[in-house]
């Protein structure tokens, strides 16, 4: 009676999607992909034939509606992103909102996802932390950043290898030098790597090297 599942797919390992979802994949009538050019790939790789609709973040509010009317006349469905958990830092959650308003049953399998990995590696505490994803990218910047200046927590982020410096900066500004981080690049892939040191330490670190790759930032939460 579940009409949607939200199915984690690898953050670059394609070892790591679990035989349930492999299962859900095979059983749905369709697959709601952020980029059906991905995803295209993935059932490849896995041997998967199934119809695939795009589901971007831009066509969201036009799209949830008649999905919506479609899981209500008795369609499964299952909505994956390019890469980790759906809705993480990714779309869905439109969807996953209006599914419950309208009764149909959501399940989320457990898997991969960015920032656990992350989290883990820092060696930071991980029983309290908060997620803040993307930091706005100028509109709101260092309101955030102000307002986190006091955040007691372990704080996770989401950033791209060409703002990695600038990031590192801003925190070094808010946070002090000798804040602790992390910075885990590439998790799952071949090239991973984790930095674990002061905000000064990684800043001077990363400031001899070209960044490339997929990146996580850990701070440590005000002592
Ligand atoms: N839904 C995804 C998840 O569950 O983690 C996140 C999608 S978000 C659009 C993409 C960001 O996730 C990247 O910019 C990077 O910050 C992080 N990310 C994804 N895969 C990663 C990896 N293999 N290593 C490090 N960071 C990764």
């Known amino acids: 009676e579940t009409s949607l599942y939200v199915v984690p797919t690898p953050i670059g390992n394609m070892e790591d999607i679990t035989l349930r979802a492999i299962r859900i994949l095979n059983e749905v009538n369709i697959i709601l992909a952020e980029d059906t050019r991905n995803t295209v790939h993935l059932l490849k790789h896995l041997q998967i034939q199934k119809p695939l609709q795009s589901y971007h973040a831009f066509n969201e509010h036009q799209t949830v509606h008649s999905l919506v009317k479609r899981m209500e006349n008795g369609e499964k469905m299952a909505l994956v992103s390019d890469a980790g958990t759906p809705t993480i830092s990714d779309p869905g959650f439109l ?10 049953k959501v399940e989320c399998l457990p898997g991969p996802t960015a920032f656990v990995p992350a989290l883990v590696k820092s060696g930071l505490p991980a029983d309290k932390f908060v997620f803040e994803g993307f930091l706005p990218q100028k509109k709101g910047r260092q309101t955030r950043l102000e307002f986190l200046s006091t955040e007691e927590r372990t704080m996770i982020f989401y950033e791209s290898p060409h703002r990695l410096l600038k990031t590192l900066e801003q925190f070094n500004q808010y946070f002090g030098p000798e804040r602790q981080a992390s910075v885990s690049r590439e998790l799952t892939k071949v090239f991973e790597e984790t930095v674990n040191g002061s905000i ?10 070209t960044i490339k790759g997929e990146i996580v930032i850990v701070v440590e939460g005000q002592k």
Not at 95 to 104: D, E, P, S, Y
Not at 200 to 209: C, N, V
């Open 95 to 104: 969807l996953v909102r209006a599914c419950l308003q309208h009764q149909l």
């Open 200 to 209: 000064l330490e990684i800043i001077t670190y990363y400031s001899e090297k």
